[in-house]
Nanobody, 123 residues
Framework: QVQLVESGGGVVQPGGSLTLSCAAS????????MEWYRQAPGKERELVARISDAFIASYADSVKGRFTISRDNTKNTVYLQMNSLKPEDTAVYYCHSRGPVLTVEGARGADSWGQGTRDTVSS
């Protein structure tokens, strides 16, 4: 199972920027759909951004135009660039791998979660 390690979290003022990184182990990274989730205190974990194996990106409405997800398959790394940060972006951000697609029916290999990296946006 792929192992995921997030980094890049920190404390920024509203309007600032952070770039998160998620380093993945294993040899099947390029086959995986990668995602960033976040979970604020007392809130449910929510999907923030997704990037497919074909480099197709999608975003939650709350972060569209501000966040950019990207991946570098040569480094087995997915990134989340966060601009124009708002206090409501404060959360622990988790990297997630849905697992590689294994069958024509859409079955996937095991999902993997990172341990999270904290992003705090405050004045």
């Amino acid at each position: 199972q792929v192992q995921l390690v997030e980094s890049g979290g920190g404390v920024v003022q509203p309007g600032g920027s952070l770039t998160l990184s998620c380093a993945a182990s294993g040899r099947r990274f390029s086959m995986r759909e990668m995602e960033w989730y976040r979970q604020a205190p007392g809130k449910e974990r929510e999907l923030v951004a997704r990037i497919s194996d074909a480099f197709i990106a999608s975003y939650a409405d709350s972060v569209k135009g501000r966040f950019t997800i990207s991946r570098d398959n040569t480094k087995n790394t997915v990134y989340l660039q966060m601009n124009s940060l708002k206090p409501e972006d404060t959360a622990v951000y988790y990297c997630h791998s849905r697992g590689p697609v294994l069958t024509v029916e859409g079955a996937r290999g095991a999902d993997s979660w990172g341990q999270g990296t904290r992003d705090t946006v405050s004045s």
